[in-house]
């Protein structure tokens, strides 16, 4: 399975991002460019290579970022594909912590996983809670990352100056 995590990159002395890797357009890329070819190479071309190369572009368009800016005091969460992408704002002053916590995947309405499994995934999510008590979801791993995400949590907190709660 394709795993996806995002990554911390420092832009400027003010601003670090949590976003995909670039091997992640690439990929993406790579992949509708072998379909292309193969379909230039055809006399006929049916719906599916067509399907599965309009699927593949659209897929490396998506965008998922959470830049947080201490010049402008602002965390800014850009998500969605490169033209139809939506954008939301959250002032530092309105964030009470970031919280890192660990937690089971939870069966469905028939009392399985999503995964299927006897034992139920272990996951760890970053979040960001504000004061009026909302919380955005930034990132969910399975729990064998937690070190790289809860470095990543640290890094986030100590540069914004906002506190990280770990929960368990």
Not at 8 to 18: A, D, I
Not at 26 to 38: E, N, P, Q, R, Y
Not at 54 to 70: C, Q, S
Request: glycine letters at 8%; hydrophobic letters at 45%; charged letters at 25%.
């Amino acid at each position: 399975m394709f795993k996806l995590h995002l990554v911390l990159k420092e832009r400027s002395p003010s601003v670090v991002e949590l976003t995909l890797p670039a091997g992640f357009r690439i990929t993406f890329g790579i992949i509708a460019l072998v379909f292309l070819g193969s379909m230039a190479t055809l006399d006929r071309v049916s719906a599916l290579p067509v399907a599965i190369t309009a699927v593949t572009v659209v897929a490396g368009l998506y965008e998922e970022r959470w830049k947080f800016d201490r010049g402008r005091g602002v965390v800014e969460h850009r998500y969605g594909l490169l033209v139809f992408s939506g954008r939301s704002l959250v002032d530092f002053g309105s964030i009470e912590s970031f919280v890192l916590s660990n937690f089971r995947e939870a069966p469905d309405d028939h009392g399985f996983s999503a995964q299927k499994s006897i034992a139920l995934r272990s996951l760890v999510s970053l979040q960001l809670l504000t004061h009026d008590g909302k919380c955005r979801t930034i990132e969910i791993r399975a729990n064998r990352h937690n070190d790289s995400l809860k470095s990543n949590a640290e890094r986030i907190g100590e540069f914004c100056s906002i506190p990280l709660r770990i929960a368990e």
